[in-house]
């Protein structure tokens, strides 16, 4: 048989549509040639496989080679398709038999030894094998990722000749199975460590409760980055669903397998950042820092020394909950619902309204203009913390409430959101918020008068009834009432 079919995947997003690998060996000077819009990595997959068959014992068929990738329309990257070539040229020049084929797809890449070498991208891989019904043969460095994907049977080799043994039925290989330490939410960072810091506490547990956005503004040494830092600590665990879309991110993003796997993401990138490593971006897109937050935190510390540009980029983000890449190659849609949490000083030294503060009236403008008002709109809970106390400091009292206690709360509250609306407050939209977020006569003239004296927007007006649902879930309210109210437009300055 001089024609020979293999089933891969490319790798698109965290999607990974299906790659037919079709091997043709015709009459002819001898040669090899990949059709199907292979990018540069791809073409060089001919000396790769060449050596690789030859180092492991079996014959390059000395005639014309011609692969191709479909469908032609799709870009392929990396060097995934090695296997798959190998194997190929191996069925169509009788080497290996072609019936056994078609239950598998293949992806990995070959050392010129034969050896398989981990790829990139592998769990949306073994995700989307699954849902096509064929078994998967991958490279041991990728067997654990893989494994995750339940409704796939994954089986790891090491070399070449270890898949050529199992398509055989001489030697088979072991499933994968997956391996994964137990989390442990304990272990993470205690909100118990907080000194003082009462409302600013209150107000972390009111946005890991509704999944709301939150804006820590306050002198230096006041504990800013410490009460972001111990944010996910008291957030629920990951569901499995969530937690392989995470896993998905961190895998085409080339991190590998994400540890711990069912605690939500904490990413904190420096202030330097671009926007292309805030939302993603490239030649060919991968996923930013927003997406690699995707069901979790992106803290942004120093939050006006950003560029102003990089910060303009999250408004879209945050209200659709995805990033939409388009370049002239491709256009990728990745993932990223998340929480943002940020930091910032009330001026540039940070030490406003005290003696030690030497900011201008303008320096304190410019400094608080870097941050746009419609990034600010978007912002759920802006607190002002303030200094702790020094005889907190050096005495202080009865720690404060331990991570696990605080998360039991947040748990109960969202299992209230889900039964009630199916997601979080935060992510509610105007039908949601008319039918979940109704208000009696006298929270009615309360929000009248707030929005006159606030100035509130349309938007900063539903954001104020999310807030106020999740602080009524708290208490185990039905309804939402004054003092709920009252409390939300407290945390909008």
């Not at 190998?86 to 034969?114: M, R």
Request: with cysteine; proline share 8%; charged share 20%.
């Amino acid at each position: 048989m001089s024609l020979a079919i293999i089933n891969s995947r490319s790798k698109q997003g965290i999607h990974a549509p299906a790659i037919t690998v079709e091997v043709h060996l015709s009459n002819g000077l001898p040669s090899l040639s990949i059709v199907g819009m292979p990018e540069t990595a791809v073409k060089e997959s001919k000396d790769r496989v060449r050596s690789a068959l030859l180092n492991a014992h079996f014959d390059f068929p000395p005639r014309r080679i011609t692969i191709n990738l479909a469908p032609a329309d799709i870009p392929k990257e990396g060097s995934r398709y090695d296997l798959a070539i190998a194997l190929g040229i191996l069925a169509a020049s009788g080497q290996l038999p072609a019936e056994k084929l078609d239950h598998y797809e293949f992806v990995g890449e070959l050392a010129l030894t034969g050896e398989l070498r981990a790829i990139d991208g592998v769990l949306p891989t073994a995700i989307a094998c699954g849902g096509g019904k064929r078994k998967l043969i991958i490279p041991a460095g990728n067997s654990d990722e893989a494994a995750l994907a339940h409704n796939t049977q994954v089986f790891a080799a090491r070399h070449l000749l270890e898949v050529c043994a199992h398509l055989r039925g001489a030697a088979l290989l072991e499933a994968a199975q997956p391996n994964l330490p137990q989390d442990s939410p304990d272990s993470a960072m205690d909100l118990a460590e907080v000194i003082g810091q009462q409302q600013a506490r209150r107000a972390l547990e009111i946005a890991a409760a509704g999944g709301h956005n939150l804006l820590f503004s306050g002198p230096p040494g006041t504990g800013k980055t410490l009460l972001a830092s111990r944010l996910p600590s008291i957030m629920p665990p990951l569901g499995q669903d969530h937690a392989l879309e995470v896993a998905s991110v961190y895998s085409v993003a080339g991190l590998g397998l994400r540890q711990p796997f069912h605690s939500p993401p904490f990413r904190a990138p420096h202030h330097t950042s671009s926007a292309v490593a805030l939302v993603g971006g490239g030649s060919v897109p991968r996923p930013g820092e927003i997406s690699l937050a995707h069901h979790g935190v992106l803290f942004l510390d120093e939050l006006p020394e950003f560029p102003r540009k990089v910060l303009e980029v999250l408004r879209e983000p945050l209200e659709s909950g995805q990033i939409n890449l388009s370049r002239a190659k491709a256009q990728i849609t990745y993932p990223a619902r998340f929480q943002l949490i940020a930091a910032m000083n009330p001026c540039p030294c940070g030490y406003l309204n005290t003696p030690k503060c030497r900011c201008s009236p303008d320096m304190v403008r410019r400094y608080r203009d870097r941050i746009s008002g419609p990034l600010l709109d978007r912002i759920d809970l802006q607190l002002q913390v303030l200094p702790i106390a020094n005889r907190d400091l050096i005495r202080p009292q009865a720690p404060g409430e331990n991570s696990a206690t605080v998360r039991q709360r947040v748990i109960t509250a969202r299992r209230v959101q889900l039964e009630r609306q199916g997601k979080v407050n935060a992510g509610l939209q105007i039908d949601g918020i008319k039918s979940h977020c109704v208000l009696g006569e006298p929270q009615q003239r309360l929000l009248e008068t707030a929005i006159e004296r606030l100035g509130l927007s349309a938007r900063g007006y539903h954001r104020v009834l999310k807030v106020a649902r999740t602080i009524a879930d708290l208490a185990g309210s039905d309804r939402i009432e004054s003092v709920h109210l009252g409390e939300a437009l407290g945390y909008r300055f």
